[in-house]
């Protein structure tokens, strides 16, 4: 809750929105793009169990904002984003607010999804759906560590807790419903889906939780 307080969520989005950037709802960034609400970004960043040590991958860098509530929790951020105006944004946005732990790629096409070539990470959060979690991500979680990411078809998701055993097995955990947008790339959905509304709200978790 520190470090979200920390970020002017305002910052991260279109000024014809900026009213409403601290309402509990998803706001559209261009491009078919939306920042998550803020509940959902709690949900995801507490169910990382981030210490303080880690290097995290953030597959989706969208506005920014994850990755600069991310940056206070961990050691260094590594988000990937698939559209070059939002990594542009998104880096020039994150340099100017100092965080200077994270680093914004362009994940498509030079990375099929994430960013293999950084890996192990110790966290992987994924701010878009994919109708399963993608083996080419679990492949850069380490012993140890776990994965947050959104599963289902493209109308409804459940936000799952991914955590990859000593013994190489994988356990998860439902934390709620969920709607975003979709994770295009191999082992995710394809680029040519039908168009996906500007901003997908997420339910409000009622019927989730959180621990």
């Given at each position: 809750?520190?470090?979200?307080?920390?970020?002017?969520?305002?910052?991260?989005?279109?000024?014809?929105?900026?009213?409403?950037?601290?309402?509990?709802?998803?706001?559209?960034?261009?491009?078919?793009?939306?920042?998550?609400?803020?509940?959902?970004?709690?949900?995801?960043?507490?169910?990382?169990?981030?210490?303080?040590?880690?290097?995290?991958?953030?597959?989706?860098?969208?506005?920014?904002?994850?990755?600069?509530?991310?940056?206070?929790?961990?050691?260094?951020?590594?988000?990937?984003?698939?559209?070059?105006?939002?990594?542009?944004?998104?880096?020039?946005?994150?340099?100017?607010?100092?965080?200077?732990?994270?680093?914004?790629?362009?994940?498509?096409?030079?990375?099929?999804?994430?960013?293999?070539?950084?890996?192990?990470?110790?966290a992987v959060v994924v701010t878009a759906a994919a109708p399963h979690v993608p083996q080419v991500l679990l492949a850069q979680v380490r012993t140890g560590g776990r994965?947050?990411?959104?599963?289902?078809?493209?109308?409804?998701?459940?936000?799952?807790?991914?955590?990859?055993?000593?013994?190489?097995?994988?356990?998860?955990?439902?934390?709620?419903?969920?709607?975003?947008?979709?994770?295009?790339?191999?082992?995710?959905?394809?680029?040519?889906?039908?168009?996906?509304?500007?901003?997908?709200?997420?339910?409000?978790?009622?019927?989730?939780?959180?621990?």
């Amino acid at each position: 809750m520190d470090a979200m307080a920390n970020v002017p969520r305002e910052l991260f989005v279109g000024e014809q929105v900026r009213e409403r950037a601290y309402d509990d709802v998803a706001l559209s960034i261009g491009d078919g793009q939306s920042i998550s609400q803020p509940f959902m970004v709690a949900v995801m960043t507490q169910a990382l169990e981030l210490t303080g040590t880690e290097r995290v991958l953030e597959v989706g860098t969208g506005s920014g904002y994850q990755a600069a509530v991310l940056a206070q929790l961990c050691d260094r951020v590594v988000t990937v984003e698939r559209i070059p105006a939002l990594a542009n944004v998104a880096r020039a946005r994150l340099k100017k607010l100092g965080c200077e732990n994270v680093e914004v790629h362009l994940a498509w096409p030079e990375d099929p999804l994430g960013c293999a070539a950084l890996a192990p990470y110790e966290a992987v959060v994924v701010t878009a759906a994919a109708p399963h979690v993608p083996q080419v991500l679990l492949a850069q979680v380490r012993t140890g560590g776990r994965i947050v990411i959104p599963v289902g078809d493209r109308d409804e998701q459940q936000l799952l807790q991914v955590s990859v055993t000593l013994d190489g097995d994988t356990t998860s955990r439902r934390l709620t419903r969920c709607r975003f947008v979709p994770l295009i790339g191999p082992d995710a959905w394809p680029a040519a889906v039908p168009s996906e509304p500007a901003a997908r709200e997420p339910y409000d978790g009622s019927d989730g939780h959180s621990e």
